[in-house]
Nanobody
Framework: QVQLVESGGGLVQPGGSLRLSCVAS????????MGWYRQAPGKQRELVAT??????PNYSDSVKGRFTISRDNAKTVYLQMNSLKPEDTAVYYC???????????????WGQGTQVTVSS
C-alpha cells in the first residue's frame, strides 16, 4: 500500500504564513509527481500546485507569487504559503502520482487532508 501523510495545517491571520508537509511511504517504485489540492466548503477540489520529479513547479493563478512548492527528496513535498488570504481557507490534500513496481501503472493517491483556516 501507499500512504501520503500531511502535516502543518492550522489557524493563521490574514497576511500570515504556514508550511505544509507531505511524506509518501509504503510500496513505491517511483513517484512521477507530487502536489497539493484544496477544497473549500461547498466547492470542488481544485489544484494548488504540483511538481514533477525533476521538473518545474506548476501553480494555479490564485496562488502564484504567494505559495511555493518544493521537494527535498523523492518522497517529501512541501507547500510554503505566504501572504495568506481568507479565501485560502480550505482542506488541503496531498496528491501523488506513483508507480508501485517496474511493471505497474501510474496511480493517483491522496492524503487525508489538513485544515488551513485564515481568519482574524
Amino acid at each position: 500500500q501507499v500512504q501520503l501523510v500531511e502535516s502543518g495545517g492550522g489557524l493563521v491571520q490574514p497576511g500570515g504564513s504556514l508550511r505544509l508537509s507531505c511524506v509518501a511511504s509504503g510500496s513505491i517504485f517511483t513517484i512521477y509527481s507530487m502536489g497539493w489540492y484544496r477544497q473549500a466548503p461547498g466547492k470542488q477540489r481544485e489544484l494548488v500546485a504540483t511538481i514533477e520529479t525533476g521538473g518545474a513547479p506548476n501553480y494555479s493563478d490564485s496562488v502564484k507569487g504567494r505559495f511555493t512548492i518544493s521537494r527535498d527528496n523523492a518522497k517529501t513535498v512541501y507547500l510554503q504559503m505566504n501572504s495568506l488570504k481568507p479565501e485560502d481557507t480550505a482542506v488541503y490534500y496531498c496528491n501523488g502520482i506513483i508507480r508501485r513496481s517496474v511493471v505497474g501503472t501510474l496511480t493517483t493517491y491522496w492524503g487525508q487532508g489538513t485544515q488551513v483556516t485564515v481568519s482574524s
